[in-house]
């Protein structure tokens, strides 16, 4: 019966491996054993139920069992080294599968990862030709009107005109550059000052902020008691406030107010000082 039990086994095992030429062959050698067992079977049950008495007959069929169990015990030994082999094929096979599993994979990604990258360059080069396409064609730049001097034109005119240009109409690098010829062609006129002071509201104007700054100090430092130097001072103030360098604003609205308290520049130095 134990060998019974042990060809059952042997069945159930054989049922878990792919079938292969070595398979089939180990079955074949498998049913030759369960033939050869079972005539041993039959054999010990004739010899059990027979009455002979003879100790040869028996000690022969005891030896022809023993002999026949020992050829099993090989037969089995055999069997079960080719399932071993089988086995580490097998596991040799699953692993280099595996690894050509591992491989794709890492190759599919690396694919995907580039693939979204192409997908997005296009998608942002077909945003910008569209954006590209949307704009209108840039218009040429107009030239500027740079109004001729009239004939005949006084310096006062001069002056009024570039101050017209800059508080007026806004177009201050056009009036600096009408200044800067009443500058130039009148040093010794009454206006010439004011003419310096507007040079630097105008480059403020422009946002020239630092050029500004160097301009109204020029005034400050040059004509002190001058009713535009403390105008000056204040649009200095505010270009310092401009250009994001509050502390050096307050440092000179205060100064504005040490030294000309009574200028009318003094209640909007208090104003920015108090904020």
């Known amino acids: 019966m134990r060998f019974t039990v042990l060809s059952i086994c042997l069945l159930v095992l054989f049922g878990c491996v792919p079938p292969s030429e070595n398979q089939l062959r180990m079955e074949k050698d498998l049913a030759e054993m369960k033939r050869r067992l079972a005539q041993l079977e039959v054999q010990q049950v004739d010899s059990q139920s027979s009455e002979v008495s003879s100790s040869d007959t028996l000690q022969r069929q005891l030896a022809e069992v023993v002999a026949g169990l020992d050829t099993l015990r090989v037969d089995f030994q055999s ?27 890492l190759q599919l990604t690396a694919l995907n990862s580039r693939l979204d990258e192409l997908e997005q360059g296009s998608a942002k080069l077909a945003g910008e030709v569209k954006e590209l396409a949307a704009k209108p064609a840039p218009e040429a730049p107009q030239p500027v009107e740079v ?62 902020y630092e050029m500004a700054i160097l301009q109204l100090q020029d005034v400050i430092s040059k004509y002190p ?51």
Not at 150 to 155: F, I, K, L, N, R
Not at 162 to 179: C, H, S, T, V
């Open 79 to 105: 069997i079960d080294g080719r399932i071993d082999d089988l086995g580490q094929s097998n596991q040799q096979l699953v692993d280099d599968l595996q690894l050509n599993k591992e491989d794709f994979g």
């Open 147 to 208: 109004k001729p001097e009239p004939v005949q034109e006084s310096p006062e005119q001069m002056y009024q005109r570039a101050l017209d240009l800059i508080r007026k109409e806004n177009q201050f690098a056009e009036g600096r550059k009408l200044l800067e010829q009443f500058v130039a062609k009148y040093p010794e006129h009454d206006l010439y000052v004011n003419a310096l002071y507007w040079n630097g509201e105008a480059l403020f104007g422009e946002k020239k």
């Open 225 to 275: 008691t001058h009713p535009k130097a403390a105008a000056a001072m204040l649009k200095q103030a505010l270009a310092f406030e401009a250009l994001g360098d509050p502390q050096n604003a307050r440092t000179t609205m205060q100064k504005l107010i040490d030294e000309y308290p009574n200028s009318e520049q003094v209640e909007a130095a208090q104003k920015f000082l108090a904020q």
